[in-house]
């Protein structure tokens, strides 16, 4: 079936093909009604769809955004997703989601496609393995809102959870229960500033009420191979009466390991996690979490974002959305 072209319309409708390239943009100021009506005929008989492409390299905004995240199936992407989405609704705007499943080049490539598409904004969870293109791209004039982490403190508008104040507050929450072996649990965070956040307050929390840092209860997990050591040997060693996990998947691993291991939650040791859990509340025992709120960072993403395609003076934010410590019943007493 062969493509329809605007000048098949203006042909069909008796006009020329400006005539009919006004009608679909709207413009009827010098249009008579009888014009107007051959034209919606012709676009109805012949089932057109204009070329959005085509005319967004003529327009000077596209109405639309794009948005990059890690993992598009993350119980935290979604809803800070779903947040960019309600927001852009309501204000006429389409987002274009990218995903890169954690692969720095697919990142590349991603922000180059939206460039050509050539959105109004972009809005990323970035590897960190991008930071001069990025840099690159708003330099061009490209706004870019980015959140989730932030790598290395060079990021301009971007809206984070108080990682280090949640750290601190789950940290100290467990004290007061009596655990003074809480193991931290995380990915490599030296590198990453939001993780070396949480790492600080936890840290923090310690150090008010004079708890050694031992090393032997900083472990680490990668995405890729799990946790560097294996449960049973970090509760032989360690002899942790509590774990704190700073990624969802991570508390999803330690609970299938604990399980393996036929280790009780809390009798055997008690456990908070870092997000929440999906119908957590209905787990045998319900794990106390510190929970993030993705949709208002999506949203407030969003707003920032459109903010600056409105305004390109508009001065760079740093937003930090406070989380909540949501109790439960895997940590008890001791």
Known sequence: ?????????????????????????????????????????AVSELDYVPNPIARNLKATKTKTIGVIVRDITGFYTSKAIRGVDDWCKQNDYNALIYNTD??????AKSLEALYQLRVDGIIIASSGKNTKLIAE????????????????????????????????????????????????MSQDFKKVKSRNERYQGYADAL??????LEPTLIQYWQRETGFQQSIQ??????????????????????????????????????L?????????????????????????IGLEAAKILLGSINDVNKPAQKIMISCSLVTRQSCKKI
């Not at 150090?207 to 050694?212: E, F, H, L, R, V």
């Open 272 to 296: 908070i996690g870092f997000d929440d859990l999906p119908m957590a509340e209905f787990f045998k025992v319900p794990i106390t979490v510190i929970k993030q709120e993705p949709y208002i």
């Open 137 to 184: 791209y708003v330099k061009k004039g490209m706004p870019i809102v980015q959140f989730q982490l932030e790598h290395d403190g060079s990021e301009k508008n971007i809206i984070l959870s108080d990682y280090k104040q949640a750290a601190f507050d789950a940290t100290e929450y467990l004290i007061k229960l009596g655990h003074k072996r809480i193991c931290f």
């Open 102 to 107: 954690f692969d720095s080049a697919i990142e």
């Open 233 to 270: 040997h970090i509760m032989q060693s360690a002899a942790p009466s509590a774990f704190f996990t700073q990624h969802l998947a991570i508390t999803t691993d330690l609970l299938t390991a604990l399980n393996q291991e036929h280790i009780s939650i809390p009798d055997d040791v008690s």
């Open 207 to 212: 150090s008010k009420y004079d708890i050694p």
């Open 1 to 41: 079936m062969a493509k329809v072209k605007l000048i098949d319309v203006a042909l069909l409708a008796g006009v020329s093909k400006s005539t009919a390239s006004q009608y679909l943009n709207g413009r009827f100021e010098f249009m008579s009604k009888d014009t107007q009506e051959r034209i919606r005929a």
